[in-house]
């Protein structure tokens, strides 16, 4: 630990190491006090420095990366998750004691920030008793449907709520924030004084977080046919209230929040992916179900320039050129009688001009006796 700790002195940010972890670096690595009279502030920035730097390691991140798919593949069947951007900055863990005055919830494990599952069940149950509940009585609080999902001091909940990871394609989590109290003597609780105009302001740096969070739920109660409504019902809750009252610090200053409008454009897009690939895999059973010459007619067609021409013009021009694409004698029977049938829905089975002419080239294919 020394020679790791000495490595950063003096206050050098620590960049490029395989070991980086930000919550290493801010809870072990300052070696003389931050804050107070004797207490040295720079100490204080160079740490969060080298925390952020440590965020945005590529080693770092990609064993996030790794460890963030591995955490989804465990979660329940039955989870159900929302990918939430947010709006700004937010800070959980801002209030816990800290050699650094501030504080921060990071995972243990991997240093990278994190939304604790206590503090989202807490924020849903208070946001459905305030604002869910007015509206129906059986979800305020103590009522069937609060404890079915949240439980009471004898049962817990049918639903868990999971910590909110941040999800890997969040590039930068960690910023250098401020806040600046105007008046610190009057937050003295032991001794405060009156503020007044003539009170300094003391800039106090922290660590905010922004990016984007996987939050998710799951069913812990018994077999039931109402499981998955009860569980889209409990993300829709937390959604709710990480959009509107937000979570962590400094909420009445905009910390927290989470953004809906860009979830419903992400929702709509994945709709719409969704059903592209649904047409496109309905497009492959039928291409797969024709025969070869089929398939070749299909695909000849969709990938035709000229979307004005009549599909048997397009195929009679095929059939005329001596290198194209339907040359086996099978194929340009195949062929011949497509362009045929289509003549004959399009009144173009004539005997003169060229549409006499289209005739009795097919007709050639075809076998059949020309008549005059």
């Not at 925390?51 to 990366?65: E, F, G, P, T």
């Not at 999971?162 to 999800?167: I, K, S, V």
């Not at 018994?222 to 569980?231: F, V, Y």
């Not at 024709?290 to 695909?299: T, V």
Request: net charge neutral.
């Amino acid at each position: 630990m020394n020679a790791i700790r000495d490595s950063l002195h003096p206050l050098i940010p620590h960049r490029g190491k395989r070991d980086s972890h930000p919550g290493l670096l801010l809870q072990r690595y300052l070696h003389e006090s931050a804050t107070g009279d004797e207490g040295k502030p720079e100490h204080k920035r160079q740490i969060m420095d080298a925390a952020i730097a440590a965020s945005r390691n590529s080693d770092v991140q990609a064993l996030y990366k790794a460890t963030f798919g591995r955490w989804q593949r465990s979660l329940p069947e039955s989870t159900l998750a929302n990918e939430l951007q947010a709006l700004g900055r937010l800070i959980v863990g801002l209030g816990t004691e800290n050699v650094l005055e501030t504080g921060i919830r990071l995972h243990h494990t991997y240093g990278m920030p994190i939304l604790p599952g206590s503090a989202l069940k807490g924020l849903a149950a208070h946001y459905c008793n305030q604002v869910w509940g007015p509206t129906d009585e059986k979800f305020k609080k103590c009522g069937i449907y609060h404890d079915l999902v949240f439980g009471n001091t004898d049962d817990s909940g049918c639903i868990v709520f999971h910590d909110a990871w941040l999800t890997p394609d969040s590039p930068e989590p960690l910023k250098l924030d401020v806040m600046t109290p105007h008046h610190p003597k009057w937050n003295n609780l032991e001794n405060p004084v009156v503020p007044t105009d003539f009170d300094s302001p003391v800039p106090v740096p922290f660590l905010s977080v922004a990016g984007k969070f996987h939050v998710a739920v799951s069913w812990h109660g018994p077999a039931s046919d109402q499981a998955r409504c009860w569980t889209e019902r409990s993300l829709e809750l937390l959604t709710d209230a990480l959009g509107n009252w937000g979570i962590g610090g400094k909420t009445s200053s905009g910390y927290g929040l989470f953004d809906l409008e860009q979830l419903k454009a992400d929702r709509e897009a994945l709709a719409k992916t969704r059903h592209l690939q649904e047409q496109e895999a309905v497009r492959l059973r039928i291409l797969e179900a024709m025969s070869p010459i089929e398939r070749s007619i299909k695909e000849f067609l969709q990938s035709h320039p000229n979307k004005q021409s009549p599909e048997y013009m397009k195929l009679f021009e095929e059939l005329k050129k001596a290198a194209g694409r339907f040359v086996s004698p099978e194929d340009r029977l195949e062929v011949a009688k497509r362009v045929k049938t289509g003549m004959i829905e399009a009144k173009k089975w004539k005997n003169k001009d060229k549409d006499g002419e289209r005739k009795a080239f097919i007709q050639q294919i075809l076998g059949e006796e020309q008549s005059s």
